[in-house]
Nanobody, 126 residues
Framework: QVQLVESGGGLVQAGASLRLSCEAS????????MAWFRQAPGKERECVAS????????LYADSVEGRFTMSRDSAKNTVYLQMNSLKPEDTAVYYC???????????????????WGQGTQVTVSS
C-alpha cells in the first residue's frame, strides 16, 4: 500500500504564496505519475497540476497556469505545489494523488489514480 500525506495549507491573504507538500510512504516504488487536485465547497473536484514519473513534464489547469508550479523530489518521495499570487477563488481543500505504472505524459483524469491523500485546507482571504 501507499500512503500520501499533504501539508503546508493555511490561511493567507490574496497575493500571498504557499507551498504544499505531499510525502509518500509505503510501497513507493509502485508510484509513477502524480497530481494535485482541489475541491471547493459545493464544487466538483478539479485537477490543478500533474507531473510525470520522471518529474520532467508538468500539466496545469488554465486557472493556475503561470501561478502554480508542481515539482517532485524522488529521493524524498515528495511532490510539491508552489502557489503564488493566490486568489480567493483558490480556496479549497487540496489533495495529492498518485498513479501506478503510468510512464506517459502528465494527465489530469482520475482514471487510474489509486492513491489519495487526506487533503489540506487552503483559504485565501480578499
Amino acid at each position: 500500500q501507499v500512503q500520501l500525506v499533504e501539508s503546508g495549507g493555511g490561511l493567507v491573504q490574496a497575493g500571498a504564496s504557499l507551498r504544499l507538500s505531499c510525502e509518500a510512504s509505503g510501497r513507493t516504488f509502485s508510484i509513477s505519475a502524480m497530481a494535485w487536485f482541489r475541491q471547493a465547497p459545493g464544487k466538483e473536484r478539479e485537477c490543478v497540476a500533474s507531473i510525470n514519473w520522471a518529474g520532467s513534464s508538468t500539466l496545469y489547469a488554465d486557472s493556475v497556469e503561470g501561478r502554480f508550479t508542481m515539482s517532485r523530489d524522488s529521493a524524498k518521495n515528495t511532490v510539491y505545489l508552489q502557489m503564488n499570487s493566490l486568489k480567493p477563488e483558490d480556496t479549497a481543500v487540496y489533495y495529492c494523488a498518485a498513479r501506478r505504472s503510468w510512464y506517459g505524459p502528465p494527465r489530469c483524469d482520475t482514471s487510474g489514480l489509486e492513491y489519495w491523500g487526506q487533503g489540506t485546507q487552503v483559504t485565501v482571504s480578499s
